[in-house]
């Protein structure tokens, strides 16, 4: 695998390039829409958002969260074209017609839409029509004739009861599935205990001002390994990273397997889609043990993850650095402030998280 398949947009760059598509597509389905959708017999609830904002697991986090409130309106699901229609064979209806906006609205801590308020009124009148805010409660009551905006990386205890919903979405298709599983049989014959780490770096590094890029040493990655280690039987260490070739000979002593390892072939109607990266996901899904990053993406992978019976991840708390978390029971991400997270780190939180990263990795 190489590292170009992670080096897509990042999750800032996404958010500033959606709009002008957004009012691209807005035109387009404006030209469509000719009933009030109040006046038709079965709610609609439309997701134009998905695919355009958010990386792939953004994506997960967002699907979810349609399909779970449309099945609780008894609404038709229509969205934007995104990953999942090729990955998991959904078969999702087009939007046909522009909806009120239904804007996320967090429990705690800013959204993006609380950082650049001026959004809300752009997607109003993109729309022709008022927004409303929408929370974590909509999962229980469910909406009808809205379009859905937001990245919806809630406390997880909300989506816990729809676990089985949940993971249920995000099975892949057959063929791939079968690709996956012979790669995967090839990393458990090599030991009894598949540990998966998942190193973020690369775009976290270069947007430090973000709060939630939290950056580890790798050495300290090395540390939380040698606590475990030998307490496990017959380990194994599987690797992935969006800059892996940088930090691979960090962990040469656990001798690690990387995706590169397991002769995984993508079908053939999925080889120009740049999939590699899902490879990593999968596997991670299915690891026996399962140290992160402060990602989403290794996040749920815990999320889907049956078997794991220990899953570590990084934290604010440097006389810490690791604590054990339930993904069903845990934010998905951990932003710098703790209970009163901050959407951007200050200046000095800069100076003090580089100094830490670069001493560290200089001993």
């Given at each position: 695998?190489?590292?170009?398949?992670?080096?897509?947009?990042?999750?800032?760059?996404?958010?500033?390039?959606?709009?002008?598509?957004?009012?691209?597509?807005?035109?387009?389905?404006?030209?469509?829409?000719?009933?009030?959708?109040?006046?038709?017999?079965?709610?609609?609830?439309?997701?134009?958002?998905?695919?355009?904002?958010?990386?792939?697991?953004?994506?997960?986090?967002?699907?979810?969260?349609?399909?779970?409130?449309?099945?609780?309106?008894?609404?038709?699901?229509?969205?934007?074209?995104?990953?999942?229609?090729?990955?998991?064979?959904?078969?999702?209806?087009?939007?046909?017609?522009?909806?009120?906006?239904?804007?996320?609205?967090?429990?705690?801590?800013?959204?993006?839409?609380?950082?650049?308020?001026?959004?809300?009124?752009?997607?109003?009148?993109?729309?022709?029509?008022?927004?409303?805010?929408?929370?974590?409660?909509?999962?229980?009551?469910g909406l009808v004739n809205v379009d859905i905006w937001g990245f919806?990386?809630?406390?997880?205890?909300?989506?816990?009861?729809?676990?089985?919903?949940?993971?249920?979405?995000?099975?892949?298709?057959?063929?791939?599935?079968?690709?996956?599983?012979?790669?995967?049989?090839?990393?458990?014959?090599?030991?009894?205990?598949?540990?998966?780490?998942?190193?973020?770096?690369?775009?976290?590094?270069?947007?430090?001002?973000?709060?939630?890029?939290?950056?580890?040493?790798?050495?300290?990655?090395?540390?939380?390994?040698?606590?475990?280690?030998?307490?496990?039987?017959?380990?194994?260490?599987?690797?992935?990273?969006?800059?892996?070739?940088?930090?691979?000979?960090?962990?040469?002593?656990?001798?690690?397997?990387?995706?590169?390892?397991?002769?995984?072939?993508?079908?053939?109607?999925?080889?120009?889609?740049?999939?590699?990266?899902?490879?990593?996901?999968?596997?991670?899904?299915?690891?026996?043990?399962?140290?992160?990053?402060?990602?989403?993406?290794?996040?749920?992978?815990?999320?889907?993850?049956?078997?794991?019976?220990?899953?570590?991840?990084?934290?604010?708390?440097?006389?810490?650095?690791?604590?054990?978390?339930?993904?069903?029971?845990?934010?998905?991400?951990?932003?710098?402030?703790?209970?009163?997270?901050?959407?951007?780190?200050?200046?000095?939180?800069?100076?003090?998280?580089?100094?830490?990263?670069?001493?560290?990795?200089?001993?």
């Amino acid at each position: 695998m190489t590292n170009s398949k992670y080096t897509a947009k990042s999750e800032t760059e996404r958010v500033f390039s959606v709009f002008e598509t957004f009012k691209k597509d807005s035109e387009k389905t404006k030209a469509l829409s000719g009933e009030d959708p109040k006046t038709e017999s079965q709610p609609v609830l439309t997701m134009s958002c998905i695919g355009q904002l958010g990386r792939f697991v953004t994506q997960l986090f967002q699907y979810a969260f349609l399909r779970i409130c449309a099945e609780k309106s008894g609404g038709r699901v229509e969205c934007s074209p995104w990953i999942g229609q090729t990955l998991f064979g959904h078969n999702d209806t087009p939007i046909s017609k522009r909806l009120p906006p239904a804007i996320e609205l967090k429990d705690m801590g800013d959204s993006l839409f609380e950082v650049i308020p001026q959004f809300i009124p752009y997607l109003e009148k993109l729309a022709d029509a008022k927004s409303l805010r929408i929370g974590a409660d909509s999962l229980n009551s469910g909406l009808v004739n809205v379009d859905i905006w937001g990245f919806f990386q809630i406390h997880t205890r909300y989506f816990k009861p729809h676990q089985q919903d949940f993971r249920s979405l995000f099975k892949p298709v057959n063929d791939l599935n079968s690709s996956l599983d012979n790669g995967l049989n090839i990393l458990r014959s090599q030991g009894k205990t598949i540990i998966g780490l998942h190193i973020r770096q690369g775009d976290y590094i270069k947007e430090p001002r973000l709060g939630f890029t939290l950056v580890f040493p790798t050495q300290w990655y090395c540390e939380c390994l040698e606590r475990i280690w030998d307490n496990l039987e017959d380990p194994v260490l599987f690797l992935c990273s969006n800059d892996l070739d940088s930090i691979l000979g960090d962990f040469e002593k656990f001798s690690p397997v990387t995706s590169r390892d397991l002769d995984i072939k993508l079908p053939e109607n999925m080889k120009d889609e740049d999939l590699d990266f899902y490879i990593d996901f999968f596997i991670l899904s299915n690891c026996d043990i399962v140290v992160t990053s402060n990602s989403t993406f290794s996040f749920v992978a815990c999320m889907l993850n049956e078997k794991a019976k220990m899953f570590l991840r990084p934290c604010w708390d440097f006389s810490l650095k690791f604590v054990e978390f339930d993904p069903w029971d845990s934010e998905p991400i951990l932003y710098i402030g703790g209970d009163q997270p901050k959407f951007f780190k200050s200046l000095p939180d800069i100076a003090f998280l580089r100094l830490m990263r670069y001493s560290s990795s200089s001993e």
